[in-house]
């Protein structure tokens, strides 16, 4: 999985909790990505980083908050957790040129009941 | 809006045949596509990429077309695997970014001897 690892790999949680995943890189990739993936939607971007502390918003970012203070570490935050949050969630990086391959990280199920 | 469609009925394929599984997009002609298999439990694997400017590109029993005028990706699996079955996913980048991609839903495929 390119040298990306994410953590939790699984998580339940209850309606209103905060939740925080976290994505590692060790390939110095300057762009870091984080996706949801749901039946029938396919893999939608939910915030990206184009380096340390610059983030932005994806389509489905309502919700979701992201921090990154290190190359290595995206961090994604569920403020207040919702079923509708339900996923599976994947972190992605890639280098700045034009074209370049995502790589992904395994997931994280999380389960919001 | 730049969307990606993928036939999201299963591809069902005997083993030895060539496998070709279709993708559309609408709007504006993408710079380039990108091409991912993803397993069951698994993040996406890039495996190849193709320019609006290419008509074809090969990577040992794959091979990927981008028709501009139908607006269409057609990737290819010859002799195809039992190995081979997966669900791959189509991406475009977005217009007017240099590294944000939008998902089809994927099209899964199934490689039976």
């Known amino acids: 999985d390119a040298g990306i690892t994410q953590s939790p790999r699984h998580k339940v949680t209850e309606t209103g909790t905060p939740v925080t995943l976290r994505c590692h890189q060790t390939?110095?990739?300057?762009?870091m990505y984080w996706y949801r993936q749901d039946p029938g939607h396919g893999l939608r971007l939910i915030h990206y980083?184009?380096?340390?502390?610059?983030?932005d918003k994806g389509e489905v970012s309502d919700g979701y908050s992201v921090s990154r203070s290190k190359t290595e570490d995206f961090l994604l935050t569920l403020e207040s957790a919702t079923s509708s949050q339900t996923s599976v969630y994947f972190c992605?990086?890639?280098?700045?040129?034009?074209?370049?391959?995502?790589?992904f990280g395994p997931g994280t199920r999380l389960t919001v009941l | 809006s730049q969307k990606i469609e993928q036939n999201s009925e299963a591809l069902n394929i005997q083993e030895g045949k060539t496998a070709t599984l279709t993708c559309n997009y609408t709007?504006?002609?993408?710079?380039?596509l990108q091409w991912y298999r993803q397993d069951p439990g698994r993040g996406p694997v890039f495996l190849l990429l193709?320019?609006?400017?290419?008509k074809e590109k090969r990577k040992e029993r794959l091979k990927v077309t981008f028709d501009t005028t139908l607006k269409q990706s057609l990737f290819h699996i010859t002799a195809s695997q039992p190995a081979d079955s997966a669900t791959y996913l189509c991406?475009?980048?977005?217009?007017?970014?240099?590294?944000?991609?939008?998902f089809g839903t994927g099209t899964r495929l199934q490689v039976t001897l």
């Open positions: 390939e110095n990739h300057r762009y």
């Open positions: 980083s184009y380096g340390v502390k610059d983030t």
């Open positions: 193709i320019r609006e400017n290419e």
């Open positions: 991406a475009r980048r977005l217009t007017g970014t240099a590294s944000k991609l939008t």
């Open positions: 709007n504006y002609s993408p710079a380039y």
């Open positions: 992605a990086i890639s280098e700045p040129r034009e074209g370049e391959a995502q790589y």
